[in-house]
């Protein structure tokens, strides 16, 4: 029992750090923590369809999305926005092979959702996480851009969906080499 919860405890302490047993704590935790949501975004698709009535815009094929050093790749987004002062961006929902990239993590999965108001990005399906070589991979991740706090769980129990469990596989620093 008591190495299932060191085990526990490193997951966790993983997580905290970002997911990197070679670089500084301090380093991993930043990562992404006091991302600006408000920056500009820059966007490039095939495809664009503005639905003004509905306050969104949709995006499709190949579709780049950069605010500052994040960047999100799917195959469709749809982008809510609200039109009273200029176009404020409140809700970015992407599908399809998901991958967001910071400068020190890659996140992947088949949905996902950035809420730029809360600065929270959710993504589902066959999540994984990787830094440096290490890996965790389950069914819902959520990072808080306001914190740099990444949460991942098996995903969510439901109608015929038994949830799922978080599996990790990290690097350990060679000493003395």
């Keep these: 029992m008591i190495r299932m919860k060191q085990l526990a405890a ?15 704590a301090q380093e991993g ?3 992404l923590k006091g991302h600006n949501s ?3 975004i820059d966007l490039s698709a095939d495809r664009a369809e503005a639905q003004d009535r509905s306050d969104r815009a949709i995006f499709a094929g190949n579709v780049v999305v950069r605010q500052d050093e994040l960047t999100l790749k799917t195959a469709r987004l ?7 002062d200029g ?6 929902d992407a599908s399809g092979g998901v991958v967001v990239t910071s400068p020190s993590e890659t996140a992947r999965g088949n949905f996902a959702t950035y809420d730029l108001d809360s600065g929270l990005i959710t993504m589902i ?18 990072i808080d851009l ?22 990790g596989r990290f690097t350990v620093a060679r000493r003395g080499q």
């Design 78 to 84: 749809t982008i809510a926005y609200a039109s009273s």
């Design 38 to 40: 408000r920056a500009p």
């Design 10 to 24: 490193s997951l966790a302490l993983a997580l905290a750090i970002g997911i990197g047993g070679t670089a500084n």
């Design 146 to 167: 306001n914190t740099g706090r990444a949460t991942m769980d098996g995903g969510l129990r439901g109608v015929d969906q038994q949830g799922g469990r978080v599996t």
């Design 125 to 142: 399906g066959n999540v994984r996480l990787e830094r440096d070589g290490s890996s965790l991979s389950g069914g819902r991740l959520v």
């Design 87 to 92: 176009i404020d961006i409140n809700r970015i």
């Design 29 to 31: 935790v930043s990562a």
